[in-house]
């Protein structure tokens, strides 16, 4: 007899990591039920290659509209559902938005992960469901051990990290509470071609190919002299789904365990369009010249500056290798390389 398929419900489906994680689950032969917002206009880009219409038979992949502040709708969501395994990776996930509106940061990201582990209880879903929090390396924020690990002491340095710190203790404190399978993935920075164009890294492709092609002018940025320790998201969704398979729930770093400035990401991102760049100035006269011609092609808006900062980021992956056999195959140089030819891609046909 064919096994039954294990049924997935993941939030926040319609972003970056919603769309890798669907398609690993779909092939994995999941059910998979995504919670999308209402929007006034479509929000389901990065899935609509892999919707499925609700009327066929054999559909495996269905769209449900919620919201991370509304608790009856996610218990709604879940009674029907009846999941195996929960993704909560819905977030008002931009840092430097979180300063402007710190309070729905917190009800979405912090209260909004309350609400789903109080779902799984009010439904008696305590022993069936297994549940995955999208917890971030902003938790570390001002640097007080490299390269941070599990046991690194956090210290968020804004509204969005503070909401994920609370949701991260939630999450062990109802593990360790009523039993829960839950776990953190503390992932450290993932792009991807389907990252959000305002992010540093999917800003910066974007530009090389607009200024490459003759649509864009600058680049304007802030902190060029931030670390981060970038991966590629299609690899960081495999090692959420091995937590959810392990016996016992934990918590877990995913990382490159490199870190590259940002600078160094936007050199990249123009030799990737036959562009050199040499740097010139300091702080906010620093700016970026095409080395052939002479135009400046980059330079610095103390706009995009954080009132704090977090500056330098690099993870230990060691535990996530040796329980769960996760590692990264995709380098940052590579992943520089496969945004910018995806976006030259994007904006030719446009
Ligand atoms: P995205 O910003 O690309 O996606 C966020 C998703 O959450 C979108 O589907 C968005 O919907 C949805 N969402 C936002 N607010 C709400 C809400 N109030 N109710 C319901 N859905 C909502 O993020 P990523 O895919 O990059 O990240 C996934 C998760 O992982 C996030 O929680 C993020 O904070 C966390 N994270 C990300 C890292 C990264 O480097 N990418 C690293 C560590 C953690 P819509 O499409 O309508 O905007
Ligand atoms: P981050 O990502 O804050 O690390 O959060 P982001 O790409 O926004 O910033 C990375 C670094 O680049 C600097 N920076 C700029 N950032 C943006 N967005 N725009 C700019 O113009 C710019 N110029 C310089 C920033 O100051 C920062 O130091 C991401 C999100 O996905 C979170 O949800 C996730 O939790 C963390 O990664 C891990």
Sequence with gaps: MAEKSKVALVTGVTGQDGAYLAQLLLDKGYIVHGIKRRSSSFNTARIDDIYQDPHEKNARFFLHYGDMTDATNLI?????????????????????????????????????????????????????????????????????????????????????????????????????????????????????????????????????????????????????????????????????????????????VLATGKTTEVRTFVEWAFADVGITLRWQGHGVEETGIDDATGRVLVEVDPRYFRPTEVDLLIGDPTKALEKLGWSHEIGVRDLVREMVEYDLREMESH
């Design 76 to 252: 709604r969501i879940m009674q029907e559902t009846q999941p195996d395994e929960i993704y909560n990776l819905a977030a008002q996930s931009h840092v430097q938005v979180s300063f402007e509106t710190p309070e729905y940061t917190a009800n979405s990201d912090a209260l909004g992960t309350l609400r789903l582990l109080e779902a799984i209880r009010i439904l008696g879903l305590t022993d069936k469901a297994r549940f995955y929090q999208a917890s971030t390396s902003e938790l570390y924020g001002l640097v007080q051990e490299v390269p941070q690990r599990e046991t690194t002491p956090f210290y968020p340095r804004s509204p969005y990290a503070a909401a994920k710190l609370y949701a991260y203790w939630i999450v062990v404190n109802y593990r360790e509470a009523y039993g829960m399978h839950a776990s953190n993935g503390i992932l450290f920075n993932h792009e991807s071609p389907l990252r959000g164009e305002t992010f540093v890294t999917r800003k910066i492709t974007r530009a090389a190919a607009a200024i490459k092609l003759g649509k864009q002018d600058k680049l304007y940025l802030g902190n060029l002299d931030a670390k981060r320790d970038w991966g590629h998201a299609r690899e960081y969704v495999r090692g959420m789904w091995l937590m959810l398979q392990q016996d016992k729930a934990d918590d877990y």
